[in-house]
């Protein structure tokens, strides 16, 4: 599986109206602390809004909900993944991509087969209060060495300007919220995200 090097994670269905537009091509709608029936509303509108656009939808955490929903992307943390049916995931033949923080997460990933590994924090980040340090452009290649062919995600304090640096060190993919999300002008960041993808492609 090839992943687009601009990997977009939105906290709402209401950006990929304004942003699907733009050249986005791979998302992750990740929603915390909503009802159940908000986060459904939210995967349902995602799904149709990407569908319409040929964009991939991936859906963080709400496993359950993404296979109720007909999606086929997935990604879990691994704090999710002691509680995740993963034989339904596989048999509803659904994408799924694992976050790693270390040799012993990514070795626990690795062993459940994952179509992606993300590893992070590459750079300090504000999206969420994590308990590793930055891992360094230098930790991408080392992991991009033990993952082999599984695609690589980079994740963690990225901007356009530091997306080369990870994806020469190995990285298939740069994952990227506050960067496009809290920029003044995300519509014009987008493009210039997508035109890095491009470039790479």
Known sequence: MKLDSFYLIIDGSHWLERLLPHGLRLVQLRIKDKPEEF???????????????GA???????????????????HLGQEDLAEADLPAIRQAQCRLGISTHDPNELATALALKPDYVALGPVYS?????????????????EWKARVGHVPLVAIGGLTVERAHAVLDAGADSAAV???????????????EWAALSRARA
């Open 177 to 191: 919220s506050t960067d496009v999300l809290g920029h003044a002008d995300p519509e014009a960041r987008t493009r």
């Open 125 to 141: 980040t504000t999206l969420k209060q994590l308990d590793w340090a930055p891992q360094g452009v230098a930790r991408v290649s």
């Open 39 to 53: 986060v459904r509303a939210e995967i349902r509108r995602a799904r149709t809004l990407c569908e319409a656009a």
């Open 56 to 74: 991939t939808l991936v859906i963080n955490d709400y496993w359950r909900l993404a296979l109720e929903e007909g999606c086929n992307f997935i």
